[in-house]
């Protein structure tokens, strides 16, 4: 069991006899920063719901091991906890305080956002670390946010991650995979560094599950009154929302289009309802996209009455001025409608939102592993997510929730909670990982959710063709170590490493950063046709990849030209990006002592290598119907190549995809045609284990 203190009931002793500096209860006013504008950000801080348990959530992480803090978003966990634990002494002697978010986006944002109300500049006494970016000053910055992801690189260097006083796992509800796989080995980190102190931080957690997962298989500890060991049971300390009631709409009967109805909702608010801003959440950047274009085509109809509606767009891979643009203060007398991905569900508040919309979707990763197929999908989301939508509305007033679902939909068939993402992935990253940090005996791991074992039977397999594992499943050398020390997933490094062999690193390190990003494209805007036709004109019968070598050419040419991309609907923001994590992969391949190489426009070994790292996602064509039917090689799956790729209609015999994305179908996007020969030199003993008629069906 876990204890509970409740605030309020009763004082912490340790209050009264404060000693030796161990707890610092300094009037907020005698933080470091000064300057213009001080006291105003300081009295927004402390009217924040949080402000009230900065003493309790002080003295429970002096006093607890792990101390779990449940508390509704926009009550001020991730801005204002790391800064009562740099004002109470946490950072000093060159400690450092981290937080971390399963999101890069919301990574920069609280960072910047914590950076202002300190008065320091973003970078020194508070940085962050996402990764091929890194804003941080060692010797300087107190507190660091970073992705769960990005935490648990640091443990490769650092195994017991020595220079963090405090590491505050925030955003835990959302059990991205890094962060499951973070809180078991914290967990273990504990056992060796009692002095280490754990904030797990979430909005809607099950707060008692991720206690007894923390208080399970120790030795309970006597408590000696000693003031130096901290209890081993988890607190767990509840923050009280200040959220306003939210009315819920429900549709009366099922919306055939989520995206129309999501964009007469909002119109019809914008007629209708008194001034405040607009939430609606969609699944991805296509859809945000096609949302912006038809509110922006009506607002132009209906003339001057639709005007004053700014329509915004929020995912992640936005830059950082179209960020800014979201997070100002709306122009007076206007309106602003966000368009966002689920990442304002949580990890990000927008202040003055009164309305949301919600479509009941996310786009979410699916992995089974008895077709060994991974994919991004449209789905449902949970009812605690519908919750948090919710909850959304009422942040600055009493507001109104527009559910594209019938309140049927809601009752009888959402699913209460999501599925950890643990429990829906390709494991690949996360077994090698693990081996990595010397986690041998995988399956006997202290998991906070059990993965499937026929999902990690898959991810070992693969990984042994891929030459990462060794017959007794430890990491091969050279091979294993240094697919885990790049940071990417490990199709990408070993098709990395192979380039080396081939003699076409140039051009493969420009794939890996280009795959990297989500699209280089502008996206439809209404001119698909348009954009289809410029495609054409960096397109070869090879494949997205050497098509995007034609682009990256191009854009190296132009002199890096915004004008070159605008002109050929090339987003520049994207490509700059490129640029930059391009310059990071060609550091990391030469400490990996790669030598850098082109391979002088031959494709054949560009295709080559990419085959190396991705011969279990290899497809032969089936049959030209329905637009080109292909099957999986591996498991014999439907699959299609996507409208977006160079290659879509175009149907080679022989493909193989980057990534699935599925709505009707599975579709394959970023796609490339190879010869099948090339499987059987890339990994003999993959396409061995087939089952004699497989085998046949697939390389004969
Ligand atoms: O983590 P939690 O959801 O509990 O709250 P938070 O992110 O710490 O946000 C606390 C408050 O800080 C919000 O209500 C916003 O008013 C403000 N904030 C902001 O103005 N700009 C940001 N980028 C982040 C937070
Ligand atoms: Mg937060």
Redesign the pocket.
Known sequence: MAEFWKPGSEKPRILEDEEGGVLFFSSPYSSSSSGFGYSSIEK?RQR?P?FKYRTAILYLVENHATTIVV??????????IPQYLKEAGWAEGGRVIACTQPRRLAVQ??A??VAEEMGVKLGEEVGYTIRFENLTNPGVTMIKFLTDGVLLREMMDDPLLTKYSVIMV?EAHERSLSTDILLGLLKKIQRRRPELRLII?S?TIEAKSMSSFFSSSRKRQQDTGEDCVPRTLPAILSVEGRGFNVQIHYLEEPAPDYLQAAVSTVLAIHDEEPIGDILVFLTGQDDIDAAAQLLTENAQNRGRHSSGLIVLPLYSGLSRADQDLV?SPTPKGKRKVVLSTNIAE?S??L?GVVYVVDSGFSKQRFYNPISDIESLVVAPISKASARQRAGRAG?VRPGKCYRLYTEEYFVKEMAAEGIPEMQRSNLVSCVIQLKALGVDNILGFDWLASPAPEAMIRALEVLYSLGILDDDAKLTSPTGFQVAEIPLDPMISKMILSANALGCSEEIITIAAILSIQSIWVSGRGAQKELDEVKLRFAVAEGDHVTYLNVYKGFLHSGKSSQWCHKNFINYHAMKKVVEIREQLRKLAQRLGLAIKSCEGDTQVVRKAVTAGFFTHACRLEAFSQGGMYKTIRSSQEVYIHPSSILFRVNPKWVIYYSLISTDRHYMRNVIAIDPSWLLEAAPNFYQQQKPNQAAHGLI
């Open positions: 927004q924040l949080v508390g509704e978003t926009g009550s001020g966990k991730t801005t204002q944002s609280v910047s956002r925030d931080s909005a997070f949580t990000l508040t202040e942040r």
